[in-house]
């Protein structure tokens, strides 16, 4: 059984892949910090909870745009799985597709596995939307090559920065507005409109400005959390993939491992 393991900047998730399936997830918050041994105390009780053990992992396979966070992560797979961590971007376990950008190293591994499961998924000119930390944006054309992207702040982080940076607003949860009103009557809703669909205003008009650009039509893809919410409010997305980046993970471990 595959366990992969994807390390963004604000949560590091655990997925156990059988037969290309996902059988089960975990999120845990990121922490460079934390030790292979803290990490194995968390993930052998999920595992308990699944029927399962620390054995019946064969296979890791580690992305993350957190390179702090990668030694650690080795540790767990080596000293707990009795494997080598395979990571996504190196040997043995390159792209395998073009990174066709004029710094393809600097690409996150998150974008570049987005981009070979999405372009394995849905045919022609691709825009993945993934919401994290950041909002990213990028265009897969038909080929499957990466072409690029845009790189925006996501909307927590948004609104973390409106927080505290103005002393009297208070902190409010994303979620939908629950008028169609754009015009609010309170302060808590005056926020929520101007983050949410200030959101989506900008994520309508990027996504026409990449269409215009691209020449061809372009599916949009969404990943990440807040994908569903926005979901519901707005057309713009032709499919969700919540889990993309796992599933791209998953096809480049068996892509590499075809290929030995």
């Known amino acids: 059984m595959l366990l992969a393991i994807d390390a963004g900047n604000t949560n590091v998730v655990f997925a156990l892949v059988e ?3 996902i059988r089960a997830r975990w999120r845990i918050a990121t922490d460079p910090r934390r030790t292979g041994d803290e990490y194995a105390v968390w993930i052998n009780q999920l595992l308990a909870l699944e029927g399962l053990s620390m054995t019946d992992v ?3 396979i580690i992305a993350t745009v957190v390179p702090r966070a990668l030694h650690n992560l080795q540790v767990l797979a080596q000293k707990y799985f009795k494997v080598d961590a395979y990571v996504a971007g190196r040997a043995p376990v390159e792209w395998g597709i073009v990174l066709d950008v004029q710094a393809p190293e600097t690409v996150g591994a998150d974008r570049a596995i987005n981009a070979i499961a999405a372009h394995a998924e849905f045919p022609g000119d691709l825009i993945v939307i993934d919401f994290g930390t950041a909002t990213t944006f990028d265009h897969v054309d038909y080929s499957g090559a990466y072409k690029g992207g845009i790189i925006a702040p996501g909307i927590n ?3 973390d920065a409106l927080v505290s940076a103005a002393a009297k ?3 409010i949860a994303i979620a939908a507005p629950a008028s169609a009103s754009v015009i609010g009557r309170n302060t808590e809703d005056q926020m929520l ?3 949410f669909w200030g ?3 900008m994520m309508e ?7 215009r650009e691209i020449g061809r039509p372009a599916k949009v893809i969404a990943t990440g959390g807040l994908a569903v919410l926005f979901h519901e409010k707005t057309d713009l997305f032709d499919a969700i993939a919540p889990d993309l980046t796992i599933n791209g993970l998953a096809r ?3 892509r590499s491992i075809a290929s030995q």
Do not use: H, N, T
């Open 169 to 171: 607003l208070p902190r």
């Open 193 to 195: 409109i101007g983050v």
């Open 19 to 21: 037969k290309g399936a």
């Open 252 to 254: 480049l471990y068996e």
């Open 58 to 60: 064969d296979a890791v």
């Open 157 to 159: 982080l948004s609104l």
């Open 199 to 201: 959101y989506v205003a």
């Open 205 to 211: 008009g990027l996504v026409a400005r990449m269409r």
